[in-house]
């Protein structure tokens, strides 16, 4: 099954909206809980990362049995640094993002410590690539 949704840059009031429907999607297909946790809060902090650090982005999600792949590519200034950006605590976030209440640094290490599988590619002043995937059998 394969589903895509868009990401608005600067968008805060919808930021979480693909996280939520990933999540009815893998309620709808009794995945367990525990995953379904571990995969909604991955996708909601590279979620979150397009909101608040790049101008758009596309979220394409394939489930099969064995796995869930979510691919989150956008357009924006790119992460020039990515061991560093990885770091917890690191963080570029504005003034304005901040008062939204992000940019602690922890969304990265977040996606790490749920993923099974994380690459992140980036070209600096054109984008972002990361690609989470999921395990959903033992
Ligand atoms: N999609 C992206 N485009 C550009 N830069 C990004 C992107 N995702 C992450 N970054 C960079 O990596 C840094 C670390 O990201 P991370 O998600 O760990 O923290 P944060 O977003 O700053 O804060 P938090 O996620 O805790 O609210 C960001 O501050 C930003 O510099
Ligand atoms: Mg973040």
Redesign the pocket.
């Known amino acids: 099954m394969q589903y895509k949704f868009e990401v608005e840059g600067g968008n805060f009031s919808k930021a979480g909206t693909a996280s939520s429907e990933v999540k009815k999607i893998l309620n709808q297909l009794n995945v367990d809980y525990k995953l379904i946790k571990r995969i909604v809060v991955a996708l909601y902090?590279?979620e979150?990362?397009?909101v608040?650090?790049?101008n758009k982005?596309i979220i394409d999600v394939d489930i099969d049995t064995e796995r869930i792949k979510l691919v989150?590519n956008?357009s924006?200034?790119?992460?020039p640094n990515?061991e560093?950006?990885?770091?917890?605590?690191?963080?570029?976030?504005t003034q304005k993002?901040r008062e939204m209440?992000?940019?602690?640094?922890?969304?990265?290490?977040?996606?790490k410590r749920n993923a099974d599988i994380l690459n992140?590619s980036?070209e600096t002043g054109k984008?972002?690539s990361?690609e989470i995937i999921v395990f959903l059998k033992p």
Not at 84 to 93: D, I, L, N, R, W
Not at 101 to 111: E, V
């Open positions: 902090e590279a979150v990362n397009i608040a650090h790049a982005g989150l956008d924006g200034p790119g992460i990515i560093k950006a990885m770091e917890a605590g690191f963080s570029t976030a993002v209440g992000f940019g602690a640094g922890m969304g990265l290490p977040n996606i992140i980036s984008g972002t990361v």
